[in-house]
């Protein structure tokens, strides 16, 4: 009947052979529910569970996939099981694609963070495109050549603070400045107290140990070593900038989390993917903060680097 979906058996294929491959459709269905539900159950053996974690939120794109299948396949209750995957990814995940309940009104202090990568061979032309935005501090990553960098933004920035290969570059006074040990033997960190117009503000700039499949203990460790010095830390009011080389949805990155909020997903909209840049497929750079409020949060496509730009908004 015309506007309803064709009965299997008049498809003119035996309705067993039909049954069987919509069955193939609904196990299909279940396990990518099980799975976007579950995923913090996969054990984190050589790294598996972090991964798994990481590119769930990609999973949903299976939803559409199946979807197809069981409309292929003329299979009511196949099509019907996709709305199990469908319905799990929107509780996890639809929220972070509503618009943001937060307005930039009453924004009294914006931040920037590029990774500019190692290598770069015009980070002015990266670091440029950031100041488009007029952020009043900028963290920086895998700073090579820190000379190259200050014609960009040294006219704007008159304030700068480094340790080995991250910097932090700020409109207003740096108070005091030293380098944060992470657990990688060297420090890749650095604390700084900006001396706001409303008041302090402690920045931490950052970079993490790596990970890479199969080998997450490194960045692990500095995640948590991280976190430590953040609970330790008096400031009231707080920002951590970098590339910390975990997804907010890794379970390694849950130390973080306990104490600090997530600007992108308070007041920005997406999932803010950052690398690699071209297609990014999972969000390593962070805005991260307590004792003020976030008021907007974006990402920044900047050239010459394989990371996008991560940008946030706060409210005194």
Same mark, same amino acid.
């Given at each position: 009947m015309t506007g309803q979906m064709v009965d299997e058996r008049a498809a003119g294929e035996p309705a067993g052979r039909r049954?069987?491959? !919509?069955?193939? %459709?609904?196990?299909?269905? %279940?396990?990518?529910?099980? /799975?976007? &539900?579950?995923?913090?159950?996969?054990?984190?053996? @050589?790294? /598996?569970?972090?991964?798994? $974690? =990481?590119?769930?939120?990609?999973? !949903?794109?299976?939803?559409?996939l199946l979807g197809l299948a069981a409309l292929l396949r003329r299979s009511r209750r196949a099509l019907l099981a996709v709305l199990l995957p469908a319905l799990a990814w929107a509780a996890l995940y639809g929220r972070a694609w509503l618009p943001p309940a937060a307005g930039a009104d009453g924004t009294s202090v914006r931040v920037a963070s590029q990774n500019l990568r190692a290598g770069n061979p015009d980070p002015a032309a990266t670091v440029g495109a950031l100041t488009v935005g007029a952020p009043d501090l900028i963290g920086l990553q895998e700073v090579d050549d820190d000379a190259r960098v200050a014609p960009a933004?040294?006219?704007?920035?008159?304030?700068?603070?480094?340790? =080995?290969? %991250?910097?932090? #570059?700020?409109? #207003?006074?740096?108070?005091?400045?030293?380098?944060? $040990? +992470?657990?990688?033997?060297?420090?890749?960190?650095?604390?700084? &107290?900006?001396?706001?117009? @409303?008041?302090?503000?402690?920045v931490y700039v950052v970079h993490l140990g790596s990970a890479?499949?199969?080998?997450?203990?490194?960045?692990?460790? *500095?995640?948590?070593?991280?976190?430590?010095?953040?609970?330790? $830390?008096?400031?009231?009011?707080?920002?951590?900038?970098?590339? /910390?080389? *975990?997804?907010?949805? $890794?379970?390694?990155?849950?130390?973080?989390?306990?104490?600090?909020?997530?600007? @992108?997903?308070?007041?920005?909209? !997406?999932?803010?993917?950052? #690398?690699?840049?071209?297609?990014?497929?999972?969000?390593?750079?962070?805005?991260?903060?307590?004792?003020? +409020?976030?008021?907007?949060? !974006?990402?920044?496509h900047t050239p010459d680097t394989d990371h996008r730009a991560v940008t946030a908004g706060f409210r005194w």
């Open positions: 049954g069987r491959r !919509g069955t193939v %459709v609904i196990a299909c269905a %279940v396990l990518l529910t099980v /799975l976007l &539900v579950g995923h913090r159950a996969v054990p984190n053996v @050589q790294g /598996l569970g972090s991964l798994v $974690d =990481s590119v769930t939120p990609l999973l !949903g794109l299976g939803v559409p933004l040294a006219g704007h920035y008159p304030h700068r603070a480094a340790v =080995s290969t %991250v910097a932090l #570059w700020s409109r #207003w006074p740096i108070r005091e400045a030293h380098g944060v $040990d +992470t657990g990688l033997g060297w420090d890749r960190a650095l604390r700084a &107290v900006v001396a706001a117009p @409303q008041g302090d503000l402690t890479r499949a199969g080998h997450t203990a490194t960045r692990d460790e *500095t995640v948590s070593a991280l976190a430590r010095t953040v609970r330790a $830390d008096p400031a009231e009011r707080l920002v951590v900038l970098g590339d /910390l080389n *975990t997804a907010t949805t $890794d379970r390694a990155f849950a130390p973080l989390t306990r104490l600090l909020g997530d600007a @992108q997903a308070e007041a920005g909209q !997406g999932f803010g993917f950052t #690398w690699p840049a071209e297609v990014p497929l999972t969000r390593p750079d962070h805005v991260l903060y307590r004792g003020i +409020t976030p008021t907007t949060a !974006g990402v920044v």
